[in-house]
């Protein structure tokens, strides 16, 4: 199954829980694709001593998944993508959205 995840939220645990459950589509076979967008863009940095997000993104690239950021989101706060989190378009989105089995939110 291909499952496109969207994280437009900042809130630790809402986005760790978000790239678990990737993780474990993974482990599934299925493939997977995430698209920060909003506050999402913020993901790298929002570890805390309870929720290790960087080490759950990391698990979920070995694992297979892809993550992608939009380009603006990050513009907006002054910052720029990263090589787990490449700078994308809304044309990615729309992709990731068009040709996914299923979208979740978060």
Do not use: H
């Not at 939220?9 to 299925?30: L, M, Q, T, Y």
């Amino acid at each position: 199954m291909k499952l496109g995840i969207v994280i437009y939220s900042n809130d630790a645990e809402s986005v760790w829980n978000a790239f678990r459950f990737g993780v474990f589509a993974c482990k599934k076979g299925d493939e997977v694709q995430v698209f920060l967008l909003g506050k999402g863009v913020e993901a790298e940095g929002l570890d805390t001593a309870q929720f290790k997000i960087s080490e759950q993104m990391t698990k979920f690239v070995e694992a297979g998944g892809e993550i992608l950021a939009c380009g603006t989101c990050f513009k907006l706060r002054g910052s720029e993508g990263s090589e787990m989190c490449p700078l994308s378009t809304m044309e990615d989105l729309y992709r990731i959205v068009a040709e996914a089995d299923r979208v979740l939110t978060f």
